[in-house]
């Protein structure tokens, strides 16, 4: 099927967007991407952004995460404005995707460890605004879409997988599809592919409007704030470390403050029926409860970010919607190795603090509710043969692509999908450096010498945390509390 660009202005139109972007994401959809730059865009996209360069070698000393944490935070612990990715520059490509072509399309990079642990220096994250200086312009119905490399994770399918999961959960969070991305640089490269990616959609006002039934409201992004901290009665307090989205009704920013002082200052014996003022119970526990089922550190309930939290306009009510789940399913670098994260607790998930997590699973009234929502997302939907299966599907149409990025691409997926290899088998160091860009000066970061990342067989470790999260809810045995670096 082809599609051609569309542009917004009236209802019919909104409606053919929608049905074009139906169309494109699918947790089996494969499109094939191509990117041309200039060499001079390539150079502007390469210009700054992202975590300030450390001292060492790129294999320890101090490690990335303190990379990130100076790059989101500032060199003397303050907050940045925009984190990392406020810093990326745009440039202008050429972009060529299913049925049509789009010239002066913006880009730029994105991503902390996703850019710095990047497999060669073309293989980077993207962020594409087919929108941007060009106003109402859509691709297949798409404003902005977003190109992730798949760093961290082997199997180069994780990320996919658990938006998929939240979204059976119905719970509010983004598509995806797969690619595989070719890039053109005259003079430097022709037509080389990258290997696959992970397309995912942006978290704004299509995505709310499908799943929240509308496009306003407050919508936040925190960064590195473990639960949602009360910061007083001013909401310039609240800007920098919630990063709202767009203008901020008045209202809602009052609506806000309303809902952190209640986390902060409410009776125990008034929590739980004073938190229904200000979300729905019942979707927070299942949200809660998924991320810790995938072990999901790197995210609200663990480092404190990678989520976003809409408050809607009508409900006044805050609503969670994961992000950045790459390192799902139990492989957040710094957290320890995947084997550690299989057996993390899932009724005592948070790392702390985070005041809303704990005070919710310890109520007695949503306390039993939050276990109610692990044992039925254990029942209905992490449930390993149906993941296996989806393994199965994705791993037959995204096999030719990995194959064919690198080397040590096809051993990991050979590693961690197919079993074709043991775990310890060839090169596993980290990061991953394909060597066939040796021609390019570059190495990426490494985390510190002590983290290890081992490659357990996906399909195993769904296996066993099912196995693990029943006997916790059995009370055979009791998780491990989860340990997110970045903080110690």
Same mark, same amino acid.
């Given at each position: ?10 209802? *019919? ?408 290899? *043991? ?66």
């Amino acid at each position: 099927m082809l599609w051609t660009p569309g542009r917004v202005g009236n209802a *019919r139109q909104s409606e053919a967007a929608a049905a074009q972007q139906a169309s494109f994401f699918g947790l089996t959809n494969l499109w094939t991407i191509h990117i041309t730059l200039t060499p001079k865009a390539w150079s502007t996209l390469n210009s700054r952004g992202g975590p300030p360069k450390r001292n060492g070698n790129g294999n320890g000393n101090g490690g990335l995460f303190e990379g990130i944490v100076r790059g989101v935070l500032g060199a003397e612990g303050g907050p940045r404005p925009g984190g990392v990715a406020g810093d990326y520059p745009w440039a202008t490509c050429t972009f060529e995707g299913p049925g049509a072509t789009l010239t002066n399309v913006a880009v730029r990079f994105k991503g902390a460890s996703s850019m710095v642990r990047s497999p060669n220096p073309f293989k980077r994250p993207f962020k594409v605004d087919f929108n941007r200086g060009a106003t109402n312009r859509r691709f297949l119905g798409i404003e902005e879409l977003y190109l992730n490399n798949n760093v961290n994770d082997a199997t180069q399918m994780r990320e996919a997988l658990a938006y998929d999961l939240f979204r059976k959960a119905g719970l509010p969070a983004p598509r995806t599809a797969f690619a595989s991305v070719y890039l053109t640089i005259p003079g430097k490269l022709q037509k080389q592919h990258l290997g696959l990616y992970t397309l995912v959609e942006v978290v704004e006002g299509d995505l709310l409007k499908r799943t929240l039934g509308t496009k306003k409201g407050l919508l936040l992004k925190p960064e590195m704030m473990r639960g949602v901290p009360y910061m007083g009665e001013e909401w310039d307090n609240y800007v920098e470390r919630y990063a709202p989205k767009g203008d901020v009704d008045p209202r809602d920013a009052k609506r806000f403050i309303e809902f952190v002082r209640f986390l902060r200052q409410a009776p125990g014996e008034q929590f739980a029926e004073g938190l229904r003022e200000f979300l729905e119970p019942e979707a927070f526990a299942r949200f809660v409860a998924l991320n810790a089922i995938l072990a999901n550190v790197d995210s609200f309930i663990g480092n404190g970010h990678n989520y976003y939290l809409h408050v809607h306009p009508t409900t006044r009510k805050a609503n969670f919607i994961p992000w950045d789940l790459n390192e799902s399913f139990g492989m957040h670098p710094v957290s320890g190795p995947s084997r550690d994260q299989m057996v993390t607790s899932v009724l005592r998930p948070n790392a702390d603090p985070n005041q809303l997590v704990e005070r919710f699973v310890s109520d007695p009234t949503l306390g039993p509710l939050y276990r109610s929502q692990v044992s039925l997302l254990l029942t209905n939907l992490f449930v390993p043969a149906r993941l296996g299966a989806e393994i199965d599907r994705i791993a037959a149409l995204t096999r030719p692509i990995v194959f064919a990025e690198s080397r040590r691409a096809k051993e990991d997926f050979e590693r961690t999908v197919l079993g074709t290899r *043991r775990p310890d088998e060839g090169d596993t160091s980290q990061p991953r450096h394909d060597q066939e860009f040796a021609r390019e000066p570059y190495e990426p970061r490494g985390f510190p010498d002590a983290v290890e990342v081992d490659n357990i067989p996906l399909k195993k470790w769904i296996e066993g945390r099912a196995i693990h999260v029943q006997d916790q809810l059995d009370g055979k045995v009791r998780g491990t509390k989860p340990r997110p670096r970045l903080y110690q």
